[in-house]
């Protein structure tokens, strides 16, 4: 409510515009000016347009290739299943960017990013600009990174198939198309429902990739739109924007609840009697594994490898072993290279982002999961009920508001204090509190499925003998429910290691993170500093999660 009232009032550009207004005073010129002025179409329908088409385009990839490859892991005998299953979460793992700043590695062009890529420093050949940026890659490198998405819950939803039912079907005469229809597609709907409301609706908000791949030739999206006005100080403009967006978000939300929503409470397989018949490729498996490897070395791993080459490198778009240097790691601060830049280890200034963010993202989780597991808890023991409902939809809320307006409403609402509560801009505070209830809808959802797996009787035996309800909750569910607690804290970490589009508008230079500051190394042309950011921040978000796989045994993400 507070960003729609901020949208109809003027801000401090009022004047600008309207010469004799005064800040504040109620009006609908920011929603004329974005929806029917002559600047309409720059402001917002183009942008609006190239958002849409990035959305369908990497959902439509994402969701194909991770069916196929969900596929391939639950339901064929390729080998090394295991190994494929845990390396296709990666690209989740990392930042959604790390694909299209290795995109840019290899077919940057001089004409819009300063330096030679490597296909044009080593063979000469210049990519044409809609190759190097834009709707194109953009789409491929989104499309990559939530993969994951649709793979891990087409896996589950696969696993759960008993391969019975098909075979009754065969034995029926029914052909192959009639089983998928019939049978394999209705089962797995649920997931790939899910799997497009994830996908889509993260496309839309997403930022730091398009900013990345669409600003240097002014390929504008929603998202950078409103990452402009906000940053420009033109508040009214990025509110509407910032609405405009959200309803688009929540009108996907709607719309899959209404096409799979009843069947999502569709049950598959009981546990008696079930068994899983795996597709045989003879010969061929060898070669599918093959394909499969090198899709995994070409998207998962040599990103990383090509980002790492770039940290070593004296000069950008220099490629010989002669350029090859650790000066971006640990060397001290040289006015020959790179404006007196010292390494990423001896910059109190780095230095300092890296504990922010690790602070930040160690913090985050713990309170998200405390707060998870007590959501959890009331939307499951009250199932049924008008709370239990009320606080199941308030909890989701923030996923269907995308991350660069979510940052931009708290920024709005803290710069300034509000009677007893102080104004919080600036301040390490904030950061956390944004990023608690951004990411309140992972921890709360992982919550409430690890309650649902503790027989209430367990706690009416303790409410038996006269044990009160704190201790049955500390002593009985928190550690029933160590596996969903430490899987929503693991998600959260991961994720706010990562996140870019909350952090960009809301960091100063005392709370600065690792993303922004990458941000702002690129946006600089310092390559090679944002690079080793990027891979320290994949150090630790792999050994984060390590850990809390180590304490709470296997947790999936």
């Known amino acids: 409510m507070y960003i729609l009232q ?10 600008r515009y309207v010469p004799g207004v005064q800040p504040g005073e109620w009006t609908i010129f920011y929603w004329v000016r974005v929806l029917f002025s002559r600047m309409a179409q720059a402001i917002l329908y183009e942008p609006a347009l190239h958002s849409l088409a990035i959305a369908v385009g990497m959902t439509a990839m994402a969701m194909i290739l991770g069916s196929i490859l969900a596929w391939l892991i639950v339901r064929t005998n390729i080998p090394w299943r295991g190994f494929f299953s845990t390396v296709l979460i990666i690209p989740y793992i990392m930042p959604s960017w790390t694909i299209a700043l290795a995109w840019l590695t290899l077919f940057k062009s001089e004409r819009f990013g300063g330096t030679p890529g490597l296909l044009n420093a080593v063979f000469g050949v210049n990519p044409p600009q809609w190759v ?10 989104l499309g990559i990174h939530y993969i994951p998405y649709t793979f891990i819950l087409l896996r589950g939803a696969l696993a759960n198939i008993d391969s019975t039912l098909e075979e009754s079907a065969e034995l029926l005469e029914a052909s192959r198309f009639e089983i998928l229809r019939k049978i394999t597609f209705p089962i797995v709907l649920p997931a790939l429902g899910s799997a497009f409301v994830l996908t889509f609706s993260k496309g839309l908000g997403e930022f730091g990739t398009q900013a990345f791949l669409g600003l240097p030739i002014q390929y504008y999206t929603l998202s950078t739109r409103i990452y402009s006005a906000l940053n420009n100080r033109l508040y009214g403009e990025g509110y509407v924007l910032s609405l405009i967006l959200i309803l688009v ?3 996907t939300v709607l719309v899959n609840q209404r096409i799979v929503g009843v069947r999502k409470k569709y049950t598959t397989i009981g546990g008696k009697g079930s068994r899983r018949k795996l597709v045989d490729f003879g010969r061929w498996r060898w070669l599918i594994t093959f394909l499969l490897a090198g899709f995994i070395f070409i998207f998962v791993i040599g990103p990383l490898l090509l980002l790492g080459w770039q940290t070593l490198m004296r000069y ?3 490629y010989g072993l002669g350029n090859l240097t ?4 640990i060397g001290k601060s040289d006015p020959n290279i790179a404006e007196a830049q010292a390494g990423v280890f001896r910059s109190p200034f780095i230095l300092g982002a890296i504990k922010n963010s690790v602070l930040l993202a160690g913090t985050t989780a713990l309170i998200s999961g405390l707060i998870g597991i007590l959501i959890g808890y009331v939307i499951v023991r009250a199932r049924g009920t008008v709370l239990s409902r ?5 909890s989701f809320m923030p996923y269907m508001i995308p991350g660069i307006a979510f940052g931009g409403i708290y920024l709005s609402l803290f710069a ?3 009677g007893p ?8 505070a904030l950061l956390v509190l944004v990023c608690t209830v951004k990411f309140l809808p992972y921890s709360s959802s992982s919550c409430v499925m690890a309650i649902h797996q503790i027989d209430p009787s367990l706690e009416e035996s303790g409410a038996v003998h006269g044990i009160d309800w704190v201790t049955r909750f500390c002593r009985i569910v928190i550690p029933l429910a160590k596996s969903g607690i430490l899987s929503a804290m693991l998600l959260t970490f991961v994720t706010t290691m990562r996140v870019l589009d909350i952090m960009v508008l809301l960091v100063t230079p005392k709370t600065r993170t690792m993303t922004s500051i990458i941000f702002r190394y690129q946006s600089q042309g310092f390559v090679q500093h944002a690079f080793a950011i990027m891979l320290i921040i994949a150090v630790i978000t792999l050994t984060g999660h390590f850990i809390l796989r180590r304490l709470g045994g296997r947790v999936e993400l």
């Open 132 to 141: 190097g940026y834009g709707f194109f890659p953009i789409v491929i490198s």
């Open 249 to 251: 978000t929540v009108a």
């Open 316 to 318: 950008e778009g220099q």
């Open 326 to 329: 650790l000066h971006y790691w």
């Open 6 to 15: 901020q949208s109809l009032v003027f801000d401090h550009s009022g004047p």
């Open 416 to 418: 300034r204090s509000w």
């Open 421 to 428: 509560i102080p104004a919080i801009y600036g301040t390490f």
């Open 390 to 394: 009320m606080i199941e939809n308030l």
